[in-house]
Every structure is written in C-alpha cells, then in structure tokens.
C-alpha cells in the first residue's frame, strides 16, 4: 500500500541512516521565474541522489528475511549505487545490471560499495530479463529502480522532508523517469496537501501527458535520447501510473534538450551546485510554465542527483 500514512513510516525507517538534504535559494533565478523558488537538495544525499531512500527502505524489509543473502537491480546509475550503499550498510550483497551505455562515472561508484556489476544492452528489455536471470540463478530478490511499494515509500520521503521546511509551497517541480520519484511524491502531497499542485517534467519524447488522459499507457521497451540519463527510461511503472493519473494528470510539462542545458547551467553557475542534467529537468519545466497564471508564487524544485560525468558540459 502506498499511502501518507506508510511513507510517513518509510520515513521513521531510514531517517538515522540518510541525509535531511537542506533547501538553498538564489535571487537571480528568483528573478528570472517570477516567484520565489526553493532547491531540495537531494543531490546532496547519500550517494548523490534521492534513490536512496527507496533503495534503504527496500533493503532494510528485505533484510528482515534471515535466508536473504543478497539484493539485485538493474539500474543506469543512482539506483544501483544506491542500492550498493544500502545493501553494505545493512550487510547483504549487491549485484547490478547497468546497461552499456551508463556512465563510468555511475558504475564506478557502484564498485565502490562492493556491487557486482553485469552488463547488457541498452534497451529496457534487456536490463529487465538479465535482471530477471541472475535473480533466479542467485536466489536474490529483485529491488525494482521505480515500480515496487517499498521503492516508492522510501523515495515519497523526501516530500515529508521538503513540507517540514516550507510548509506553503503553492507547487512542486519534479523530473520523472519511471515514476518512483513522481508517485511517492504525488501520493504524500495530494493526500495530506491538496492544494500543492504537483508538476512533473518530462524530456521530448516521452508523451506521459497523452497516456495520463487515454488511461492506457503503451509500456515502451526502447530508452529515450535525452541527456537526461536518470529519466531516459520511457515507460512508466504500473504501479506508479495510477497514483500520477489521480494526482497530476494534468500537470505534466515537456522540456527540450536545450532548455535542459540551460537550465542546468543556470543551477551550476546560480546556486554553484553541479548538479546531473536530470536535476536540471525541473527547473527548466519551472522556466517553461507560465506560473502567474498558475498563481504559484512559491515553487520547490527536486535537484534529484549529482553524480555527474565529468566529461559532461551542459
């Protein structure tokens, strides 16, 4: 069940073992957006993203089965080092299964906590059925990146946090992926604060806000081309889709490639925090939106991660 009430308790669960990321502000994107915008930090997490709290809430249940040796995923970089993370800390064993064409930067902090690393091809099919292989062979269960109640409670814990410092926020900006981020955000925000509209920002390509209104979504194999690694998945969970469709039908919001650069760059030189290109993605949603008309006069935008390649420039 995904719930305020069971991501509250997600939140009792890994609070001693994460970071309370802090918010920072900047006057001149203050000034470029018309309204007072309020960064959530989560870049600043245990290993640089917020997939660390679903994948210790995830691990931590896991673990309370004493047969259970280890933990398996498929991941192109945060959640396989998040999982990593929470799967040293709590004693287990990891393996990852990161497609080709994931990061050096991501796969090397991954070996840092002791994964296993498999590879496979790029598509999300590929990742999905070698994932589904080793975890046969290995006896391990599966900690889905985005699609599991357990995954979506630990990541909803970040709204918990973010009400607790600003309490009147008139709207949220999120990137979205598969959806884990999105619904456990969504689900804690409609149901105890209705009246913080929650807009989720999609690169080109993706079309989430054709399938919110049809209510069918067409489960694409093939990874999107965008900058935005975290996020280049294209079908969203089906566990996730249901709580978006209730929550922010209409509050979805599509960005260029360009506007993802600049967005990010603005972040970069603005705030000096060097964030990945997909923590860029909602800001450059935010940029996008005509927020007088919305009547949003103050935003919080989820700076999701910052393992950045070191290669990239936006």
Same mark, same amino acid.
């Given at each position: ?34 309204? !007072? @915008? ?56 990891? @393996? ?8 050096? /930067? ?22 999905? !059925? ?19 109640? +357990? ?9 918990? !946090?973010?009400?607790? +410092? ?8 999120? /990137? ?73 039908? /209409? ?21 000096? +925090? ?41």
């Amino acid at each position: 069940m995904i719930s305020a009430k069971t991501i509250i308790e997600a939140y009792e669960r890994i609070s001693s073992a994460i970071h309370k990321t802090p918010i920072i502000t900047s006057r001149t994107i203050n000034r470029i957006a018309g309204c !007072e @915008v309020f960064f959530k930090c989560d870049h600043l997490q245990k290993t640089g993203s917020f997939k660390a709290r679903g994948a210790y809430n995830s691990t931590k249940l896991i673990s309370q089965d004493p047969n259970c040796k280890g933990v398996i995923t498929h991941s192109s970089g945060n959640h396989g080092q998040a999982l990593a993370w929470a799967a040293e800390q709590i004693g287990l064993k990891c @393996v990852v299964v990161v497609p080709k064409n994931a990061p050096t /930067s991501k796969i090397d902090a991954m070996e840092e906590y002791n994964a296993e690393i498999h590879r496979c091809e790029n598509s999300i099919k590929a990742r999905e !059925e070698t994932c589904e292989h080793l975890s046969e062979e290995l006896g391990y269960p599966i900690v889905p990146p985005y699609d599991s109640i +357990q995954t979506i409670n630990g990541q909803g814990t970040i709204a918990v !946090e973010l009400i607790e +410092q600003i309490p009147d926020l008139d709207a949220v900006f999120l /990137s979205i992926g598969g959806g884990g981020l999105a619904s456990g955000v969504a689900a804690y925000i409609g149901e105890h604060f209705p009246n913080i509209r929650v807009f989720l920002v999609e690169p080109a390509g993706k079309e989430l806000g054709k399938y919110l209104f049809t209510g069918v979504f067409e489960n694409q194999q093939e990874a999107l081309d965008t900058v935005a690694d975290g996020i280049r998945v294209h079908k969203i969970g089906s566990i996730c889709f249901p709580i978006i469709q209730k929550f922010c039908k /209409s509050n979805i919001i599509t960005v260029t490639e360009e506007e993802i650069s600049e967005a990010v760059k603005l972040i970069w030189t603005r705030t000096k +925090q060097r964030v990945e290109p997909t923590a860029g993605v909602p800001l450059a949603g935010l940029l996008k939106s005509n927020l007088k008309d919305l009547n949003v006069k103050k935003a919080a935008v989820i700076l999701c991660g910052g393992n950045v390649d070191i290669t990239y420039t936006p």
